[in-house]
């Protein structure tokens, strides 16, 4: 069996955020979006995560503690070098290596396991996330031939300086920047990235990494994600706004599924460590954080909060602020 280790690229402090608080720190779906996408990598290794942090970059190690190991990258020189800082920790400890963003908090567990399974099976060096997108985006196009290999990614800067930039513009298919790299593969070719030309200097980019496996004539890999959502990464506080729209509509979906009542899902908003019973109604402007817990055949709301609170089962909560505290069955409880 395939050992995996799982890397996190959290050493960014987010200029774009303009805010005192590093990016990955800051909260979309009721926890620190680096702490999603952490508890998605445990998930999936046995071995601890490996986060890269910036100098004197502590919150993140106060907030993730012993439960990761850290190496930190001093000079801010791109994706590529970041992910180089891991090998110091993780060389020859493991078969294959997946690599992720700090701030991408929708991404699941279920995604970065089916990536390690792919390269297990197809042998290849790398094998990434893709999306389906649109024109607009910002994000790399993946190319591919006419039997559907991958060929390149091509970033969208460069994709304009070319011939055929209407061709590569139109491409759907869009780099998620997820990957699950064949462990000896990765630390043999990272330090033959050519140094780029980026805005603020030069850096190393990890998506040249799809460039040289082509090149050797490696085996490179898409998986193109079901659910575009977890992509969605929030670089800036309006990007935030977009992300926490997505976790509030995989939390409402989830609950619909599981037989609960939402009777405006726009205006509920459920946490992800929330629990809810069977035949639950929620109605409107009903917030629901934390580890609240609640019953089945309940009525909540309109205009309740529920914070880490245990709600059994039969009650009828409105026009409350609830907030550490257990209700025991059959109580109604109204303002």
Known sequence: MSTLAVVLLAAGQGTRMNSKTQKILHEVGGKPMVLHVFEAAEAVSDRRPVLVVG???????DLVGERADYVTQVEQLGTGHATMMAESVLKGQTDQVAVAYGDMPLLRAQTLSYLAQTQAQTGAAVVMLSI???????????VRDTHGRVLEIVEVAEAR????TTFLLAIRELNAGVYCFAADWLWANLPRLPLRQARSGHEYYLTDMIGLAIDQGRLVEAVTTDDPDECLGAGTRAEMVLVEKAFRRRAN?????????LVDPDVTYIDP????????VIWPNTYLQGTTTIGEDCVIGPNAILRNARVGRSCRIEQAVVENKTIADNTVVSC
């Not at 100098?55 to 190690?61: D, E, F, I, L, M």
């Not at 300086?161 to 055929?164: I, L």
């Open 273 to 280: 460590d929330v629990t809810i019973g069977q035949d639950t």
């Open 132 to 142: 389906m997108g649109d024109p607009t985006s910002s994000y790399g196009r993946v």
């Open 253 to 261: 979906r989830r609950w619909l599924d599981n037989g609960v009542t």
């Open 161 to 164: 300086q070319r011939s055929n």
């Open 55 to 61: 100098p004197g970059k502590a919150g993140v190690q």
